[in-house]
């Protein structure tokens, strides 16, 4: 076999949202493109904002010299200077372009601070159900995972939180507003977490690292706020990206800010320069972090997400699903009304609706809708989900 044992036992266990999108090519090509509704895939079809698009195209027009050669593995200055601006105003912590590194989007983020921080058998805790790809990521920098269950409305179960913490726990990730379950962590959930980590690196001497993935932090309804982790905890390093607040998760663009005053934070910032050149990123694309410069502060119209989740909710509630109300990001996370919630992810795909299995997510009895679609996707699944759901009762 020409690919590694390893490589091969991930693509065969692990990848539900693969699968599901390949079972919507296979039935979109017998029942017609129209008639398939698929809601497996985290890609949002809502288009950059006009200022995005403006900024690209200047920057593209841009014919001064030097705009598309190698830079400072870390990223432009002045881009970084500018995004340290606005990010101090929003944390209330006064970050400079030196805390920063541009980054090939939270994923590369997520990547270049994991090689970073972790040696060997060093301890990650994630909180389910989580983003799946934490595990490769993980394990790409020898990094054990340790999964901490959450409390049935998916907030931070702190008494799991600290059973599952040890000697040789470095870092924990949390993700807020989350994917899968749109749940975003109260500002005083964060500052629990963050008493009980401080507490943990004081005890035993070696500090616990708050990586906060946080690719949804501007997106989230009613008034919610998702709180920053750097204005919580010194230890920590928040990372995010332009995939979703302005829809460019093609120009693979974000960044890592580390709080000035964690430990060893010069190390950690070297380190991380280090990791993004020698990870193969070598720097963020050049000409969208040329683009970002001229945006900061415009996000996408999140009002179209709300009104996206608020008939999706009515309808599943309406229907007899069990589900928790998402506050952010665009995913719902039901549970199923059967146990096995394969049969039933199966059972919709009858109906010809594609979600993903919770247990992709490390949460078996639940699935995963995601709605950053068009409304007819959303409005056409109904039917589906209202038939399926009826099966069982
Ligand atoms: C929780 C979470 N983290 C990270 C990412 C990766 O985002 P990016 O496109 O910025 O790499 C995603 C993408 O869906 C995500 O949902």
Redesign the pocket.
Known sequence: MAISKKVNGFMENSSWIRKMFEEGIRLKKEFGEENVFDLSL?NPVIEPPQKVQDALVQAAKDTSPGLHRYMPNAGFQDVREAISKTLSEECKVTLSANDLVMV?????G?NITLKTLLDSGDEVLIFAPY?V?YLFYADNHGGKVVSVKTHDDFTLNFDALKNALNEKTKAVII?SP??PTGVVYSREELKQLAKILKKHSDKSGRPVYLIS?D??KKITFDGVEAANILELYENSIYIT?H??DIAL?GE?I?FVAVHPKCEDADNLMAGLIFSNRVLGFVNAPALIQRVLKNVQGVTVNVEQYRKKRDFLYGELVRIGYEVVKPQGAFYFFPKSPIKDEVEFVNKLAEKKVLVVPGRGFGCPGYFRISYCLPDSVIEGSIPGFESAFQAYL
């Open positions: 985290g090939c989007g939270a994923a590369g997520l983003f790809e993700n989350n994917n993935d690719p949804y990206s995939s979703k998760a693979r974000g």
